[in-house]
């Protein structure tokens, strides 16, 4: 029997087509008639061949198949009937499932397997999906056009052929569902500590109105997300955990379902008051005036806030009313100085943000001290020591000196193999047991004790002991812990975590073993390690130091069984705010300038961080409140900066305190400064028969103004003393002594050319009196007041020693001796006054020429020191 085979594919560029039978090909490729362009129709010839016949087309783009199923078919035996009831169960866009049951009539029974032929309505070429199985009732036709009506058919067959075909059965897929998209511009605010309020806007897409909202929201840091139904476009969630992050999304629900969800928002609730009060609040009396107070945080999750700080309340016992202090936010403070001696104090502690104060702890109380115990002696010998030897320790057990007046600040135990010498260690003082470890069996150990204070380590007291010997060899060692990390969580506490293999998948202990946590910082070098022992796989290191580099490793003992150390782990705590003041602070005169100083000093002990700045406060008054002293602040690392402008001769105290990006340190002690008094030294410009002066400044910065210069007088061979006096008054008495001189030089020629020929010599000498007592170069009319500018607005020159050697040029000068001789001017001459000083300035250069050649004259006469009385400047 011929039967042949029809393929027809499109395809642009042309495609090569062949036929495979069972994956084997069976017509060449070139087997085929060009029906049209780009359209290629392909027959096969088939000899009465069973087995599945496909059709391949491939171009370059990609390539498509086609196939049909040739079974030889048995013409003599009977044909199924119509298969029944076909149905289509299920229905969507793009898919349709169709059940049916079995034809009414077919010897085969389960061995029937069935063809189901579809097309869409309307157009004549059916498809063939066939099941997968016989006996199989129910198929899954896919790749469906949405919103579109189709043809369903169903034959059965048996290995004699196909039998007859069921009733069609029309089916419309379901139209494409548009869901909703995210909602736009989702804000979420905190509206109090325990509630939250979230908005949004209309998607913007989706088919048909949206019927409601879900908002999903969750703490931050959880897994559970919880859920609720909202209709509008808000929503205030309340119930809340106060300062808390939470996340929020929303999801739009239409007809269809649920559309996209929007991005999560964060938002925290707001702070509010701590919900608990600190923990765990103890008292220690310290001496007879002083209580130090230790406590830690609230419990975490009930903070509420950041802790900004706490308020400590104190009273006496014997009184209700009590005082509150607030303090930073540490775990530790000492009550000093305004406690009384032998009374009992009740104190308790509150924690605060910035919402409020919490609620306090309750009530502790202590009893100070009748007197303070004595520190300026060694403490006496402990009244007791007790040993008990073990295999690899030893238990060491002591009781205090019995002498309890003397201050006892801790106790060193000295141990070694023969000598107490080898290792040390220091305890508190309250504690009166050590287990010293990691000693070597059946071993003679000498062992002391020594109590210390402040001013040094007391008598020891000695014993002996011998650990000992190993009953058993050692066993094997354990596993060592694997996967130790340390977890930063403050500036003083780092958690430490492990996995056992030794243990179970789910790493519950189930027996005795115990874990060993060892830690160390390699600053300084030869820092030893400290230990712990932990029951849990983690254990909490606390009291470490700020910002600092540790190492941290872990070893497991069972029994007499023990592993190696662990792998280390490194951790580095977080910076805190320094807790010592800036040391070593010292102040210094710059030279040259004494109203200017300079700060040097070195940095705290415990920066707790890198510095970012000091702040240097200084008052001349040491008891001043600290927020009335004058600040200078310094940024960066410097440990050196000048202050300007200070007051002469004038005491000063000066405070430092650093700062790191945490906060603000303590301050320093108050140093005290004085700064120095100011002197003035006057030299001679040129030789004995000139009368002006040069001056220099020593240790004075000040503003300018104008010296007039002191000459000779009669009451003393260096001049008269002069008065304080303003820059304006200097200028009207230089103008005035001016105008007098030029007066008397007149009135001395007019007196000289009218008196008689008799007395024309005695009038020659007077003239040559006045007009060559001054040796100036030049002429007398050249003469010019000095430009003498200093740095100062006031001025006070002291009397003068008399000098050995009085100068007999220097004792006649028409210009007053003292400010009482000088006649006042009227404020009008301040126009020319200021006319005067400007030509002051601008001859200078022709005095300067004088001075030069007089140079070499000033070591002749001595330079003279005038002292002056230091005064604070003057601002107009």
């Known amino acids: 029997m011929d039967i042949v085979f029809e393929c027809e594919v499109t395809g642009k560029p042309t495609p090569t087509v062949k036929w495979v039978k069972n ?15 780009h359209n290629l129709q392909v027959l096969g010839l ?20 086609a196939g049909a199923q040739l079974i030889i078919l048995d013409l003599a035996g009977p044909l199924p009937s119509a298969p029944r009831d076909v149905v289509a169960t299920l229905v969507s866009t793009r898919f349709i499932r169709l059940t049916w049951r079995p034809p009414a009539s077919d010897p085969q029974g389960d061995n029937l397997t069935y063809s189901i032929f579809y097309t869409k309505e309307g157009i004549n070429r059916e498809r063939v999906e066939n099941t997968s199985r016989p006996g199989e009732t129910q198929v899954m036709i896919q790749n469906l056009m949405p919103e579109t009506v189709y043809v369903f058919r169903v034959v059965a067959q048996n290995r004699h052929g196909p039998g007859e075909s069921s009733a069609p059965l029309k089916v419309a897929t379901q139209p494409e569902v548009q869901l909703p998209g995210p909602a736009p511009n989702i804000r979420a605010f905190s509206s109090s ?3 939250i309020t979230v908005t949004w806007e209309t998607p913007l897409s989706g088919n048909g109105d949206i019927q409601n909202y879900k908002l999903y929201y969750m703490e931050k840091g959880q897994h559970t997300e919880q859920d609720v139904d909202v209709g509008g476009l808000s929503h205030t969630v309340t119930g809340l955990k106060k300062f808390t992050e939470y996340s929020f999304r929303v999801v739009a629900y239409n007809k269809h379902g649920p559309g996209v969800s929007t991005h999560d928002v964060v938002v925290r609730t707001l702070s509010d008051v701590p919900s608990a009060p600190p923990q765990n609040l103890t008292l220690e009396v310290r001496n007879s005036k002083s209580i130090l107070l230790q406590w830690q945080p609230p419990p975490a999750g009930t903070h509420s806030g950041q802790i900004t700080g706490y308020k400590i309340r104190y009273r006496k016992v014997s009184r209700k009313r009590f005082c509150g202090v607030p303090v930073l936010p540490r775990d530790a403070w000492l009550f000093s100085g ?4 032998g009374t009992e104090y009740s104190f308790r502690v509150a924690a605060m943000t910035i919402n409020g104060t919490g609620p306090a702890t309750d009530w502790v109380s202590a009893e100070t001290f009748e007197s303070d115990l004595d ?17 690899t320790s030893i238990v060491v057990s002591w009781t205090p000196p019995e002498n309890q007046d003397v201050v006892v600040r801790g106790y060193a135990i000295g141990y070694g193999i023969g000598s107490p010498h080898a290792q040390t260690i220091k305890v508190d003082y309250k504690q009166r047991y050590y287990t010293i470890e990691n000693l070597d069996p059946s071993s003679h150990y000498v062992i002391t004790l020594k109590a210390f204070n402040n001013v040094g380590e007391g008598i020891p007291l000695y014993e002996s002991a011998v650990t000992r010997p190993h009953s058993v060899p050692d066993p094997s060692p354990m596993m060592p812990p694997v996967g130790v990390q340390a977890s930063i969580l403050s500036h003083d506490t780092i ?24 830690w160390k910082t390699n600053i300084p070098a030869n820092t030893k390690y400290k230990t712990a022992n932990a029951t849990t796989l983690s254990y909490l290191v606390t009291g470490l130091k700020a910002n600092t580099l540790y190492e941290f490793s872990v070893m497991v003992t069972k029994g007499r069984r023990s592993s190696t150390w662990s792998m280390t782990a490194h951790g580095t705590t977080f910076e805190y705010a320094p807790t010592s003041p800036p040391k070593d602070v010292t102040v210094v005169s710059k030279e040259g300038k004494p109203r200017t100083i300079i700060v040097n000093w070195q940095p705290p002990s415990e920066a707790n961080g890198k510095i970012t700045g000091y702040i240097i406060y200084y008052s001349t008054d040491v008891n001043a409140e600290i927020h009335d002293w004058v600040i200078e602040p310094v940024v960066g690392n410097r440990l050196t900066h000048q202050i300007q402008e200070l007051t ?6 000066f405070k430092i305190q650093a700062r790191n990006s945490k906060g603000m340190g303590p301050l320093s002690e108050a140093v005290q400064f004085r700064t120095p008094k100011g002197t003035l030294a006057l030299q001679p410009l040129g030789g004995e028969e000139h009368g002006l002066y040069s001056w220099e400044r020593q ?3 000040c503003r300018p103004f104008l010296l007039s210069p002191t000459l000779p007088g009669s009451n003393s061979p260096h001049g008269s003393p002069t008065s304080p006096l303003d820059s304006n008054m200097v200028l009207v008495i230089i103008v005035s002594l001016g105008v007098i001189t030029i007066v008397i030089v007149v009135i001395v020629a007019v007196f000289c050319t009218r008196r008689t020929t008799s007395h024309q010599k005695k009038k020659r000498a007077a003239c040559k009196s006045v007009n060559g007592s001054h040796k100036y170069k030049g002429n007398s009319k050249d003469v010019k007041p000095p430009d003498l500018w200093i740095h100062h607005e006031r001025l006070e020159l002291k009397p003068i020693d008399k000098s050995p050697d009085p100068n007999p040029i220097m004792t006649d000068t028409p210009i007053p001796r003292n400010s009482q001789d000088i006649t006042p001017v009227d404020n009008s001459m301040d126009s020319n006054i200021h006319q005067r000083r400007n030509s002051y300035r601008g001859e200078r250069h022709e005095s300067e020429d004088s001075m030069s050649t007089l140079a070499g004259r000033r070591g002749m006469r001595p330079k003279m020191m005038m002292p002056f009385d230091s005064q604070p400047p003057q601002r107009k």
């Open 23 to 37: 994956g084997d090909m069976v017509i060449p490729s070139d087997y085929f008639k060009i029906v049209k362009e």
């Open 46 to 65: 088939v000899k009465s061949d069973e087995g599945f016949y496909q059709c391949i087309a491939e171009n370059d783009v990609g390539n498509a198949q």
């Open 193 to 195: 500590p325990t509630s």
């Open 338 to 341: 305004s406690l009384e001696r």
């Open 375 to 391: 520190e300026s002696r060694v403490p006496e010998v402990p009244s007791s020591l007790h040993v008990r030897p073990l295999v």
């Open 495 to 518: 958690r430490i975590t492990w996995a056992d293999n030794s243990l179970p998948k789910n790493q519950k202990i189930t027996d005795a073993r115990f874990y060993t946590v060892r």
């Open 648 to 653: 002469l001769d004038t005491p000063y105290f």
């Open 699 to 701: 240790h004075w910065g």
